[in-house]
């Protein structure tokens, strides 16, 4: 049989059956946000114990911790952010052997208890050891070479927190002409951004950390739907972010930016 006619009937075979996964149930029909495990897009450090189980990562390297997919620093991810949460996460000291947050708190108004320490942490007044790290989440989602999106989180503490500022103000001033020539800030959730990483210095301490730019206006319209419905359906379930413990013990190089 000709080679031709053979592929070409393995393609009409493959798109008859594609076909039989659109507008049909899925299966997921019961499965909720809470039944699903949100990748975080990660900041490697010197001391991640990513680095040591892939020869081929480096520190500066953005990586997803569900996928295993990862960028290089000068490479960087495009995202589109659809939602912010800021929490105050309270941890336990670092050989207490905790496996995971004290506790998450949601006000700032728990700063109020806390005392600054030599070593740049806020710690509880109670005398617990305990300290609390301010913490930016980004509900994104990560833009994939051939256009497809996955969901992420991108948080950022201590010294982090400079280019999350960063971010914020370039989303902020973001302004935008409607048909009658007004302009306005559009939802955060308009724009795609390029994550990428920059080494930086203090002293003898050396570390990566987030360098932020504007990538282009939304002009995919599942991009747009997607990006909505994400941001929404954040908007409810943002508060139930656990961090990750990793990220506590590789943040210890870092120097809060003030």
Not at 114 to 124: C, L, P, R, S
Not at 141 to 147: E, F, T, V
Request: hydrophobic fraction near 30%; include cysteine.
């Amino acid at each position: 049989m000709n080679k031709t006619v053979v592929k070409k009937d393995q393609s009409n075979n493959a798109v008859a059956i594609m076909s039989q996964f659109e507008n049909v149930q899925t299966g997921f029909e019961d499965m909720s946000s809470d039944d699903l495990q949100l990748p975080r897009l990660k900041l490697l450090q010197a001391m991640s114990p990513e680095l040591e189980n892939d020869e081929a990562l480096r520190a500066g390297h953005v990586y997803n911790s569900v996928t295993g997919d990862w960028w290089p620093s000068d490479q960087g991810v495009n995202v589109i952010p659809c939602s912010y949460h800021k929490t105050y996460v309270e941890w336990a000291p670092l050989n207490s052997g905790a496996k995971g947050p004290v506790a998450v708190h949601q006000s700032k108004e728990v700063m109020n208890n806390t005392v600054y320490g030599d070593d740049n942490k806020y710690y509880t007044n109670d005398n617990s050891g305990n300290y609390i790290e301010e913490t930016a989440n980004y509900f994104v989602l990560i833009i994939g070479g051939k256009g497809e999106t996955s969901q992420a989180v991108v948080s950022m503490k201590s010294s982090q927190l400079t280019p999350s500022r960063n971010w914020n103000s370039k989303m902020k001033n973001l302004k935008i002409q409607n048909s009658k020539g007004d302009y306005f800030t559009p939802p955060m959730w308009s724009h795609s951004y390029l994550l990428r990483t920059e080494k930086t210095k203090n002293g003898d301490k050396t570390w990566f950390k987030w360098k932020v730019e504007v990538s282009s206006m939304l002009s995919v319209e599942s991009h747009v739907n997607e990006a909505r419905s994400f941001s929404e359906d954040m908007s409810v379930a943002r508060d139930k972010l656990v961090p990750d413990m990793d990220e506590v013990k590789t943040s210890s190089n870092e120097k809060l930016p003030f």
